[in-house]
T-cell receptor, first 113, second 106 residues
Framework: RKEVEQDPGPFNVPEGATVAFNCTYS??????FFWYRQDCRKEPKLLMS???SGNEDGRFTAQLNRASQYISLLIRDSKLSDSATYLC??????????????FGSGTKLNVKP | ETGVTQSPTHLIKTRGQQVTLRCSSQ?????VSWYQQALGQGPQFIFQ???????GRGNFPPRFSGLQFPNYSSELNVNALELDDSALYLC?????FGQGTRLTVV
């Protein structure tokens, strides 16, 4: 079983739409959670951390449900520039695991004019 | 700028050869991790170095090895290259990734 599971998509949405991505993780000891964005043939870039209380950064809202081991990302008012692959990432945490990330396979988003 | 730089950006090698990939990070980033990203997949953890010692390893064979130096730079070495080693190799420090090295094995 994969550590992190995501729907690969693609999600094809018009500009201005609201779109939601979900992922599940298998290790209940996971301590920290992130969404990364990856453009074609580029490195992953941190989009936002995910907290149990839910957090928002502009048009982006992330949510964590520890009981269900489920992470979500909501994008409102989609822009053409949001087209990318969104990677769900979990980390076991601790000083010796800070950079030991488990990635989902990514969900591809295509925003159309 | 993430402060993490990798070289080279692209590389073509023949099956059976050895390759060394390099990563440098800003001072203070004393932990570095390496990832392999095959086409259409998320990055897979190879190993992590903390203060010049390997500190955690993913499901990769011993022919994948690494080094970290006192100046926080790091190397990933892969021996006896196989076709399936073709991938984007990423190093990460403090949550930031370098731009990656795209390795093609022919």
């Amino acid at each position: 079983r994969k550590e992190v599971e995501q729907d690969p998509g693609p999600f094809n949405v018009p500009e201005g739409a609201t779109v939601a991505f979900n992922c599940t993780y298998s290790n209940s000891a996971s301590q920290s959670f992130f969404w990364y964005r990856q453009d074609c043939r580029k490195e992953p870039k941190l989009l936002m951390s995910v907290y149990s209380s839910g957090n928002e950064d502009g048009r982006f809202t992330a949510q964590l449900n520890r009981a269900s081991q489920y992470i979500s990302l909501l994008i409102r008012d989609s822009k053409l520039s949001d087209s990318a692959t969104y990677l769900c990432v979990v980390n076991l945490g601790g000083a010796y695991n800070f950079n030991k990330f488990y990635f989902g396979s990514g969900t591809k988003l295509n925003v159309k004019p | 700028e993430t402060g993490v730089t990798q070289s080279p950006t692209h590389l073509i090698k023949t099956r059976g050869q050895q390759v060394t990939l390099r990563c440098s990070s800003q001072s203070g980033h004393n932990t570095v991790s390496w990832y392999q990203q095959a086409l259409g997949q998320g990055p897979q953890f190879i190993f992590q170095y903390y203060r010049e010692e390997e500190n955690g390893r993913g499901n990769f064979p011993p022919r994948f090895s690494g080094l970290q130096f006192p100046n926080y730079s790091s190397e990933l070495n892969v021996n006896a290259l196989e076709l399936d080693d073709s991938a984007l190799y990423l190093c990460a420090s403090s949550g930031f990734f370098g731009q990656g090295t795209r390795l093609t094995v022919v």
